[in-house]
């Protein structure tokens, strides 16, 4: 079992900035890839961000330039660095970790950008 704890959700202005910070514990081996998403009102959940196992990235196009996937192995943790918010980033972040062929989710963050 995997679990996850993420942090750093709030409230901030268009333009500002944010960090996100997704906690690991458990069985946190033969992790695949580890991953951001976010789910807005009434849409789907839609990928953000990803960093597989050798260190590749892969941003969604609306958020390329402007977030930045990172994490701190020593740390068990990893991180979503948003800059230049918009009001269309307003969502619920869930980190999402690829372990042995599953999905873990944690319980997601709210950020909420106002215009």
């Known amino acids: 079992q995997v679990q996850l704890v993420e942090s750093g959700g709030g409230l901030v202005q268009a333009g500002g900035s944010l960090r996100l910070s997704c906690a690991a514990s458990g069985s946190i081996f033969s992790i695949t890839a580890m991953g951001w998403y976010r789910q807005a009102p009434g849409k789907q959940r839609d990928v953000v961000a990803v960093?597989?196992?050798?260190?590749?990235?892969m941003y969604a196009d609306s958020v390329k330039g402007r977030f930045t996937i990172s994490r701190d192995n020593a740390k068990n943790t990893l991180y979503l660095q948003m800059h230049s918010l918009k009001p269309e980033d307003t969502a619920v972040y869930y980190c999402?970790?690829?372990?042995?062929?599953?999905?873990?989710w944690g319980q997601g963050t709210q950020v909420t950008v106002s215009s």
């Open positions: 960093v597989t196992r050798s260190g590749n990235t």
């Open positions: 999402n970790y690829y372990v042995r062929a599953r999905d873990y």
